[in-house]
């Protein structure tokens, strides 16, 4: 006998699941040594970053947060999975712990922010999304974390880290160029799209 | 799994013989502890006992080294940086609260197979099943992940290949766009196969 009561529409559907791994891959990917200098040879840019802003804004607020969480537990668990093939519990008591559990919040607002776009989020809302998401909320949680495990005061910690602030700016521009040609690609990478294809098609 | 290993050094140490759990705590009431620790002294002896526990494990020095090796050039200008702002003792002491939590954590990771660790974690975020995300899909989401990697990496030496064919090697959208519209295709048909086999059902 069939229940007459539609079954409650599942939170987390096969998609949804599919899309979360591959992300928290594909930042991996991005930080794996020589894989990728792009700009030519001259500059070693780890472009892991740029995954976490590219995950916030094709994945959403909270795909993404979770891309970055099962990321960070691989990591965690010693895989080597960070740029540099960096890995283990020591990147969560080091100088830059602060950094890496930034991307975390960093991904959800910057998906928070594409999500308010609707079907079709401007180059300028995506470059807002990424600064705000990607750079400002990372460095956020990132220069009191080493503040507190140097002993440096707030100020010192945070001149030192202006010297990434250039890079990270030039990754957020690139970020929101690429996550708006990946849109305008293929249509269901908008967070807003994608939320409607899945409760269209029931899955 | 596909050339990705962790740092574990098999042994057969009290530290080895520790389940997971008990080093996770051990080592984030030692973190806090360090960062509490203020004067020299006190530092040299929680040094000291890191340098004892290390002998314990028996892991070695190579291993020890590439433990602390990626903070070496940090180590180094934070000692520097407060040399020059503060004095001798505290330059010496937060270089070596630096370097001693991150040894810590490294013991943990050398002593601790990969496998019970993510065990560990997983049971850890096991609250997670209040938002819909239940066991079985946390530990498909972690060994999907482990998975893609290889794939994903595959994917990128292709878009390298088109794009020394088109001659655009030097645009980063060039590169960028094709390799994130290939993942999400990937991730989008890895969905329906896992759909298929009745995961939404």
Known sequence: ?203 | MSGLTGAYVPGGSLLHRLPAGAKLAGLAVSCTALLLLRSPAALAGAAAAVVLLYAVSGVGLAAAWAQVRPVRWFAVALFGVQLVFADLPTAASSTLRVVLAVALAGLVTLTTRTSALMACLERCLAPARFAGLDPFRLSLLLSLTLRSVPVIADLVTRVREAQRARGVERSPRAFAVPLVVGALRHADALGEALAARGLDD
């Open chain 1, 1 to 203: 006998m069939t229940d007459e009561q539609s079954p409650p529409r599942r939170r987390f559907p096969a998609a949804d699941v599919a899309r979360v791994s591959v992300f928290a891959a594909l930042i991996a990917v991005l930080g794996m040594p020589g894989a990728l200098n792009i700009f030519g040879d001259a500059v070693p840019i780890t472009l892991q970053t740029l995954g976490v802003m590219l995950a916030g804004a094709i994945l959403g607020t909270w795909r993404s947060a979770l891309a970055i969480v099962v990321l960070l537990v691989l990591v965690a668990a010693g895989l080597p999975l960070l740029a540099g093939g960096r890995g283990g519990l020591g990147v969560f008591t080091g100088p830059s712990a602060g950094f890496l559990i930034g991307w975390l919040p960093g991904a959800a607002l910057t998906g928070w922010i594409v999500e308010r776009g609707g079907r079709t989020p401007s180059t300028v809302r995506l470059v807002a999304a990424c600064l705000a998401g990607g750079v400002g909320v990372v460095y956020l949680c990132g220069i009191p974390v080493q503040a507190l495990v140097t002993g440096l005061s707030l100020g010192k910690t945070a001149l030192l880290s202006a010297a990434f602030l250039p890079g990270d700016l030039a990754k957020a521009v690139l970020a929101s160029i690429v996550a708006r040609g990946t849109q305008r690609a293929y249509p269901d990478a908008v967070p807003a799209v994608h939320r409607e294809r899945l409760r269209a098609g029931g899955r």
